[in-house]
Structure formats: C-alpha cells, structure tokens
C-alpha cells in the first residue's frame, strides 16, 4: 500500500482542486450550477481521489489503471476551464493559472504510468 500523502502528482492535484474551489467556482453564475459548475468540481475532485484510490490497490497494473483514470479527468478539468473561459466566466490570467498547472499535472500522470507500466 503506498501513501497517497508523499505523491509529489497528489499533492499537485489537491492543490489545483483547492485553487480551483477557491478562485473559479465561487464566480460562476448561478445558472450553470448543475451543468459546467458541477462538471467542473467533480472532474477536479476525481483527479486527487483516483490517485488516492489507486494507492490502495495491490499492483501496480491496478495503480496504473486508476492514474488513467486520473488522466482523464485532468482532461476533462483542461477542457471544461476553456469552455468557461472561451464563454467568458473566468479571465484570461484565472484561465492560464489552471491551465498551467492541469498541463504539469497531466504531465506527472503521464510519466507516473508509464513508469509504473514499464517496472518488470
């Protein structure tokens, strides 16, 4: 069992989930609070929970298949960020600063599975 705690990638993705609680979420408007609000609060939780899930897991295989999932997720955060920036939500600069760290932790996803996938 690993501990989710000591993931550099974890720690990366509860921070972008609190960023993202704090700065974007509380100025969506009301009317997207069942569509893109609530998409984007799940998509952003599911990042650090599957890591955290996949740390219970006794393979790496099992690991690596929950870190896909965190994969997608990040995927879905990256995208969802550009819709509400591209409709006009958020700002140019709230947009990069989400962006920026979803492309790195995106990045250590990658690199964490490949790792994990490629350890005989």
Known sequence: MRDYKKLDVWKKAHLLTKQVY?????????????????QLRRS???????IVEGCGK???????????????SSHEVEYT??????V???SEEQYNNVNNEINEIKAMLIAFIKFLRDEK
């Open 22 to 38: 704090k700065e974007v979420l509380p100025i969506m408007p009301i009317e997207e609070r069942f569509a893109l609000t609530s």
């Open 44 to 50: 952003t939780y599911s990042i650090p929970l599957n």
């Open 58 to 72: 006794n393979t790496n295989k099992d690991f690596a298949s929950y870190l896909d999932n965190a994969l997608g």
């Open 81 to 86: 960020c550009y819709l509400i920036y591209d």
């Open 88 to 90: 006009g939500y958020i």
